[in-house]
């Protein structure tokens, strides 16, 4: 049965010798020859590392004096049987967004399958993201499952160098180098804006995510994609930024109405964005779908209840959570087989129709 909790024991330890400067896997990965996946299985004793490759590991570990506590607890064979889910976000959103209701449905399924137990995180600001790692540096948790990563967000990295897994919910980049799952997000845009072009639409404007998150980039890139091909130009003046909220969709289509009161179609980059700007295009008089369409992303509960029911491109969310849970659970137990290229799965989406376009 999985436990879940909405913070954490404190903690005022940290990593037994840690110092700046300290060796990290890196290090040891380069002095060995080897990529860092193999250095992590072999110092959490992985029956599936060659002894050649063992013993070249644990001499670069003994010359530059890498010898992490989670080390220590790996060779003793000792597990917490405990995984933490980190959610940047305050409870309000994470209680009123279906996505990541979802995604922890998809996690927690998966984890009790495997009989470990969920730590369910709330990291709102830096102080506690610093407490959260003299967390993990205690080692409370066998590895660690990260969503709603912004592009800045130097925690992913922190989690590696004190030597614990850790896959992530999307990313923060194309080029990102911690294992993740993501779905297809340039994909969502085009199918958006190629079934608007399909139902007429001329006039496309986008509500964004806040763009210094790759999925809201990768959904732009993919309304942008769709414009180009289907013949449009793309315009600026219907491009708003918003942030994933409600209110977010209702700030950024006000200013899409001001800029541009002649469109006459809307991707918005999430349901809950699509709910704000359905609200404010009915107190402008805007029918829709008879004046303006409407597209939105997730196909969640929200998609489903609005008047009228919104088209939406829905990503497999509670996929996503069990298939992260399955990606750490075999890097714990060091069951990966080619470690030096950090595992990448992109989930297919698919647009479903309904009568607001």
Do not use: W
Not at 111 to 119: F, I, N, P
Not at 182 to 205: E, F, K, Q, T, Y
């Amino acid at each position: 049965m999985v436990s879940c909790a909405l913070s954490y024991e404190g903690s005022s330890g940290v990593v037994s010798g840690r110092q700046s400067g300290r060796p990290t896997l890196e290090q040891v990965a380069a002095r060995a020859g080897v990529g860092r996946g193999t250095v992590s299985r072999v110092i959490n004793g992985s029956p599936r590392v060659s002894e050649q490759t063992r013993t070249a590991v644990a001499r670069a570990v003994a010359e530059l004096g890498y010898v992490p506590n989670q080390a220590a607890r790996a060779l003793a064979g000792s597990r917490t049987d405990a995984i933490a889910l980190v959610i940047p976000e305050a409870e309000a959103r994470l209680f009123a967004e279906p996505y990541f209701l979802d995604l922890i449905r998809g996690v927690s399924a998966e984890l009790a399958e495997a009989d470990k137990q969920l730590l369910l995180t709330l990291v709102r600001s830096e102080q506690e993201r610093q407490r959260f790692e003299q967390y993990l540096a205690a080692q409370r948790v066998d590895g660690v499952l990260l969503a709603s990563v912004h592009g800045d967000d130097p925690l992913p990295d922190r989690i590696r160098e004190l030597g614990l897994p850790v896959v992530m919910n999307g990313r923060r980049s194309e080029a990102e180098p911690v294992p993740y799952v993501d779905s297809d997000n340039i994909g969502a845009g085009r199918a958006a804006v190629a079934h608007l072009v399909g139902r007429g639409r001329s006039r496309i404007a986008t509500v964004t995510g806040p763009l210094d998150m790759y999925v809201a980039r990768a959904r732009l890139g993919g309304y942008r994609a769709g414009l180009t091909e289907a013949g449009l130009a793309p315009d600026e003046a219907l491009v708003s930024a918003g942030d994933f909220t409600e209110e977010g969709g209702r700030r950024a289509m006000r200013l899409l109405l001001d800029r541009s009161p002649d469109l006459d179609a809307v991707f918005a980059a999430s349901d809950v964005m699509a709910a704000g700007a359905r609200g404010v295009l009915r107190e402008a008089g805007r029918r829709v779908p008879e004046d303006v369409a409407l597209v939105g992303v997730d196909d969640s509960a929200v998609a489903r209840l609005m008047d009228p029911p919104l088209t939406s491109v829905r990503q497999p969310i509670e996929e996503m959570g069990r298939t992260m849970a399955r990606m750490l659970i075999r890097e714990i137990q060091g069951g990966a087989e080619a470690p030096e290229e950090p595992r990448r799965h992109v989930l297919p989406t698919e647009l479903i129709a309904r009568e607001s376009c």
